[in-house]
Nanobody, 121 residues
Framework: QVQLVESGGGLVQAGGSLSLSCAVS????????MGWYRQAPGQQRELVAT???????NCVDSVKGRFTISRDNAKDTVYLQMNSLKPEDTAVYYC???????????????WGKGTLVTVSS
């Protein structure tokens, strides 16, 4: 069974930094795109940033210049470095990955269980 194991998160004051990581575990052929989403209380889940296998990235305007997504293909791990955090960044952060189980199969999207990030003012 393929799973995503997230770590990081927690409580930080506004202006502070946190780092999240998410590793793919299990038996599979390859990991394609990986990304981070977040869901604030009472809000819909929204995209934060994605990174392709070739390292190309995409992120939402509200985190540009503050958050950096990166990945280690050898470890099938994606990272999210969050700087200059704001109270509005408070949310449960979810990792996802498009994983090919076999060389001939299409990728399936797998989600982590989420990790809470709380930014106090």
């Amino acid at each position: 069974q393929v799973q995503l194991v997230e770590s990081g998160g927690g409580l930080v004051q506004a202006g502070g930094s946190l780092s999240l990581s998410c590793a793919v575990s299990g038996i599979y052929f390859r990991v394609d795109s990986m990304g981070w989403y977040r869901q604030a209380p009472g809000q819909q889940r929204e995209l934060v940033a994605t990174i392709a296998r070739d390292g190309s990235t995409n992120c939402v305007d509200s985190v540009k210049g503050r958050f950096t997504i990166s990945r280690d293909n050898a470890k099938d791990t994606v990272y999210l470095q969050m700087n200059s955090l704001k109270p509005e960044d408070t949310a449960v952060y979810y990792c996802n990955a498009d994983v090919r189980l076999w060389s001939w199969s299409n990728a399936i999207t797998i989600w982590g269980k989420g990790t809470l990030v709380t930014v106090s003012s």
